[in-house]
């Protein structure tokens, strides 16, 4: 069933209106976590397309996500425009990065695809100490960070500023890309990603529909990163490494790859299980070797054991939550249409 | 005329390391078609056993061999307990279990040996030879690793061209409806595939120990440089692997030493990328290339 | 319908689940009040009750970066321990938060807010790292939580008038090079000199320094490292071709061993010249124990020159390695008493002067005003340069060399500044340990 842009757009209402809610209960860090989470979102969102998608995986996308911060950076310094047209640019920026990267990209398959955007998310950071004048070295750059109107009031803190922004841009992002996923890009997508000689033979340009999709998922990372720069006010070779662009993509998996909604649950397990697993290795007293790595173990536990048990990702797994629990509330059915639900399993 | 003889020479050392490197994920993709990020963290443990071995006041040779060793039943054990479950998934399962492995392992190490680097002996001299009355940077001990990989290389090109383990081991892989019609133990054979890359690795971490010194997130350069070399060698063979360590090793000596030790990563990304634009599966591959 | 549940279901749920989270932290009362009676300890400030004195650092315990380093936090936390088992400050224990940021500096925003907003420390203890530390320092001083004795060289942690909380504590870089740059013109004047550097401020302030003193057409090559690729042989080899006689470097201790390596290779033995950051005997000795082959471990770190603003830690005469080496012995036997556990004891030892000093109801405001009234001593060589108009820590160093895989100081104690200003001896005697390991009040 196709989804109409009114559709897309009352939900990420209905969504905004809880976050509000939200950030007002939250507290400042806790706030900090929620914008982190926004942007996280913004960055998996843009890659789930491209990789559930379109079927390109890509491991270069924390270097595009610092693309975009840098270029946040410099063009705040530079000129000083409303924040939107700021992050507008960086992903402008970004998904120029994205063109260049998908051309090549196009060519690739598979792990050689993932080779090469390893080796982009490694050296593309390298440019910062390389151009250590412009680029600010391996200390990076510092902006100020974004000051709340003043029709806020002087005491609206700073953290829950910054999570209504990251979080309107999640939103706007969310809108955006639903209804890119549906649309006739979106089939042209899932075409190429299924099988692209049936796909060329239908008239699909294949090339030129994967640099879209890499275009696309890059304007997203650049957004991200730029976003990242209103949190942290920072942007430093050491923010992009590339275990970065790894968590991307386990975020991208760990929620379901291909599924927006998966991308929401994907960022929020970014931020909250390191969180938790910090926590628990800190409520216990343990030697220190053993405490500063039980977070990280913890983290590689759960990926392992999210792949294992739940294939499909944490959406696959609450909607098969959702179903067991829906046809478990259903009075028995007598006739036929007993017959029609058990056709309607799932596989 | 010296420093190209000094830069040749040294880019053929290290890329024997990423050649060994890139061995190991070139066996595991051809047995079970894995992207193994793991292999770090394999290479790292079985290290730091092998050093552990050493410490305790064992000859080197002893810890050679049970870096190696532990190595085998390292593979084998992770094929069969974690790998086996995601063999018919999604291919990007795969390689998050892979990653999950890769953190787990390093946070496991960190746990029992703690962050501080530890020092690893060499199999011989690291001292260079003499060309001319001067040393240059190649010693024995690079000999030896240079002549371990191509031995280890041509061991295997053997066993896949001439033994029935190596047929049954490429029937496994490309066929393996067929083959199990046939009789052959497909699943056997995926294990054996990890635990021979597990070997290979094993064989870089003590090689390429000595100059990196042993802490959990000391390999991961070499990870990184092993993955880029495989894939400009192409995955499919172990030619290509080494074709491809030594082109990235080569490649990177030059850079580093004409260009300066703040562009080795953008050459490396150059390289790979030039390659791939030329033959988008890698020099060696046999797939066509895809017309833009 | 079902579409519009999920992405709402996965806000609701993370909602729900960042509420669960925050619930458990706490929700303190905010701030404390003046100080009132000036007898007994009550909840002076933030960060501090009346039996407890909370601080926190961010620190790298994972990662590439977490060698040696972790050992900081480690050792802070010991020396805490040893004072709080002697009753403690004012009857208060100390207590060190580490959180760690793996050299990340998206992750040190992160914890440095989480150290502030949530955990509620009174200070900032030990941030270690140049572009880590770096980006938190405004958040820091904007909430006005006191900054102190930063992990670091960089020669950025002395304005008073930008950044009111912070402090540095260790010479800076460019300190560091002038005082070596002297040394090597003095020295060995004349001969070849080249530069090995880690591609960072830590580097290229040392070269800085360095420049102040060693003429022009000394240095004939100038190489960099980057930290994370361990292959040199490269930049070693055009050092040899350049025929320098000396090679002076910034390098972490990793990388001078490197450089010991390759210098077995090429056969090429030269003066090292090495900063105190990459020169600790004990840190050296194990990275090169395998290579040693049957000879005396320090065969291959004898002879390096360096300097040193902390006594060394071999020097069992000293009053303040036998302390230290007390507290290490009981509360972190299985690390190395190297310059890290040292660096990391004499930091905490600081710190708890001036919590002293602060009274018995410390305020933020008052242990600023503490260490601005100077005049803190400790076990370094040379004062500290704490002032109204300077926030630098330590500004000097002796020259010292490797000998026997321990480090021997060969010159007096001198100052300077990261300016053109001269090096000038201190002639002033080395402060004594207290009797019980825990400073004086006052």
């Keep these: 069933m196709s989804r109409s842009l009114p559709r897309n757009a009352a939900t990420a209402v209905a969504a905004g209106l809880a976050l509000f809610v939200l950030t007002e209960q939250l507290s400042e860090y806790d ?22 998608q379109n079927g390109q995986i890509s491991l270069g996308h924390g270097a595009l996500m610092g693309v975009g911060a840098y270029a946040t950076v410099k063009i705040q310094e530079a000129v000083s425009w409303p924040l939107a047209v700021v992050l507008l640019g960086a992903s402008l920026v970004a998904a120029i990065a994205g063109v260049l990267a998908g051309a090549a990209a196009a060519r690739l398959r598979g792990p050689y695809l993932a080779g090469a955007t390893l080796a982009l998310a490694v050296g593309l950071p390298a440019l910062a100490t390389r151009f250590s004048g412009f680029l600010g070295g391996s200390n990076g750059l510092v902006v100020a960070p974004p000051v709340p109107p003043g029709w806020l009031g002087a005491t609206f803190p700073l953290e829950r500023w910054q999570a209504w922004i990251a979080c309107l841009a999640a939103l706007v992002v969310y809108v955006l890309l639903a209804n890119l996923v549906r649309s006739g890009y979106g089939r042209a997508f899932r075409a190429v990603r299924d099988d692209e000689i049936a796909a060329q033979l239908s008239g699909y340009h294949v090339a030129r529909t994967q640099v879209l999709a890499f275009v696309v998922s890059a304007a997203c990372a650049g957004l991200a990163g730029g976003l990242l720069v209103v949190v942290t006010s920072l942007a430093a070779p050491g923010a992009f490494p590339l275990s970065l662009s790894v968590t991307l993509l386990t975020g991208v998996v760990l929620g379901g790859s291909g599924s927006l909604a998966g991308a929401a649950w994907g960022a929020a397990a970014l931020v909250l299980v390191p969180t ?60 036929p249409s007993s017959w029609a639900h058990q056709e309607e399993k799932p596989s | 005329m010296s420093r190209f003889l000094d830069l040749t020479l040294n880019g053929i050392a290290n890329g024997a390391i990423y050649a060994a490197v890139a061995l190991s994920l070139v066996l595991v993709w051809r047995a079970t078609r894995i992207l193994n990020f793991a292999q770090a963290g394999m290479l790292m443990l079985t290290t730091f056993i092998a050093w552990a071995v050493v410490d305790s006041g064992a000859s080197y040779w002893i810890g050679f061999a049970v870096a190696l060793a532990s190595g085998l039943v390292l593979g084998a054990l992770v094929e069969r307990i974690v790998i086996r479950r995601v063999e018919g998934a999604p291919a990007l399962n795969a390689v998050i279990v892979t990653i999950g492995l890769l953190v787990l392992l390093q946070a496991l190490a960190g746990m029992i040996w703690g962050g501080n680097p530890r020092s690893f002996p060499p199999a011989f001299s690291i001292r260079g030879y003499e060309v001319g009355g001067r040393a240059v940077l190649f010693s024995p001990f690079d000999l030896f690793t240079v002549l371990v990989v191509a031995g280890l290389m041509l061991a295997l090109t053997l066993l896949f061209a001439r033994t029935s383990l190596g047929l049954r081991m490429r029937a496994a892989a490309f066929a393996p409806e067929v083959s199990r019609l046939l009789g052959v133990r497909v699943g056997d054979l995926y294990t054996v595939g990890w635990a021979l890359g597990s070997v290979a690795a094993s064989l870089a971490g003590v090689l390429v120990a000595p100059s990196v010194f042993v802490s959990p997130n000391a390999f991961d350069a070499v990870l990184v440089f092993g993955f880029t070399a495989a894939v400009i060698g192409g995955l499919e063979s172990p030619l290509g692997a080494l074709v491809g360590g030594l082109v990235l090793g080569l490649a990177l ?35 066509q290339a895809r017309r833009v | 319908m079902r579409s519009t549940i999920r992405p709402l ?19 303190g009362s905010s701030g404390g009040g003046a100080s009132t009676s000036g007898g007994k ?23 590439p970066a977490a060698p040696g380093y972790s050992e900081i936090p480690q050792a802070i936390d010991a020396y805490f321990k040893y004072v709080n088992a002697a009753g403690g400050v004012h009857g208060r224990k100390l207590k060190m938060i580490v959180r760690d940021d793996g050299y990340n500096p998206t992750n040190t925003v992160k914890v440095t807010k989480q150290l502030v907003l949530q955990d509620k420390i009174f200070a900032m203890l030990g941030g270690l790292g140049t572009p880590t530390h770096t980006k938190v320092v405004d958040f820091l001083n904007a909430s006005r939580v006191p900054d102190l004795f930063v992990s670091s060289g960089c020669l950025c942690w002395d304005q008073p008038k930008q950044h009111p909380q912070t402090f540095g504590w260790q010479p800076d870089y460019t300190v560091e090079g002038k005082i070596l740059g002297q040394w090597i013109a003095k020295e060995l004047k004349g001969k070849k000199v080249a530069y090995f550097l880690q591609n960072d401020d830590f580097g290229m302030d040392g070269a800085k320094g360095l420049d102040h003193y060693i003429p022009k057409d000394q240095v004939v090559t100038r190489q960099t490292y980057e930290p994370g690729n361990t292959d040199i042989g490269p930049q070693m080899a055009k050092i040899k071709a350049s025929g320098a006689e000396v090679v002076a470097m910034f390098t972490i201790p990793a990388y001078t061993a490197l450089v010991e390596l390759a210098g077995l290779k090429l056969d090429y033995h030269p003066q090292l010249v090495v900063s105190n950051v990459g020169s600790d005997p004990t840190t050296l000795k194990g990275l090169l124990k395998a290579f040693s082959k049957g000879k005396a471990p320090s065969a291959l770190i004898d002879g390096i020159q360096s300097d040193a603003y902390l006594p060394p830690t071999s020097d069992t005469s000293n009053d303040w390695i036998a302390l230290f080496s007390k507290i290490h012995d009981t509360y972190i036997p299985k690390l190395p008493l190297d310059g890290n556990v040292e660096y990391g004891m004499a930091l905490a030892y600081t710190f708890v002067s001036a919590l002293q000093r602060a009274g018995v109801n410390p305020t933020r405001t008052g242990i600023v005003d ?49 300016g053109d200003g001269a090096i000038t001896a201190y002639e002033g005697a080395p402060a004594k340990a207290p009797a019980n390991g825990v400073p004086a009040a006052g």
Excluded at chain 1, 31 to 52: C, R, S
Excluded at chain 2, 256 to 279: D, N
């Design chain 3, 41 to 63: 300890p009550t909840a002076s400030a933030p960060g501090i009750t009346a039996t407890q004195v909370t601080v926190g650092g961010h620190f790298p315990l994972t990662g």
């Design chain 1, 31 to 52: 706030n900090l976590q929620l914008a982190t989470m926004a942007y996280y979102f913004v960055a998996v969102a843009g890659l789930t397309v491209l990789t559930g």
């Design chain 1, 276 to 335: 938790w697993a910090d926590d628990a290795s800190k409520a216990l007293s343990l030697s220190s070797n053993v405490e500063a790595n039980l977070a990280l173990a913890i983290y590689g536990v759960v990926l392992i054991a999210v792949m294992l048990v739940a294939p499909g990702g944490i959406q696959a797994a609450v909607r098969r939550l959702v179903a067991f629990a829906l046809r478990a509330a259903q009075p028995h059915a007598r006739g």
């Design chain 2, 253 to 287: 000596s030059y850079v580093s030493g004409y260009g300066g030790a703040e562009l080795v990563t953008l050459g490396a990304l150059g390289i790979l990328v030039a390659v791939l634009m030329i033959r988008p599966s890698g020099l060696f591959s046999r797939a």
């Design chain 3, 9 to 27: 279901a996965a806000a609701c749920v993370a909602a729900l689940a960042i509420g669960a989270a925050a619930c458990g932290s706490d929700n």
């Design chain 3, 370 to 418: 503490a260490i601005e009234r100077g005049g803190l001593t400790g076990p370094g060589l040379v004062p500290f340069r704490y002032g109204k108009d300077s926030h630098a820590g330590y500004t000097g160093v002796a020259t010292s060399k490797i000998e026997g895989g321990e480090t021997k100081l060969t010159g007096k104690p001198v100052v300077t500044d990261d």
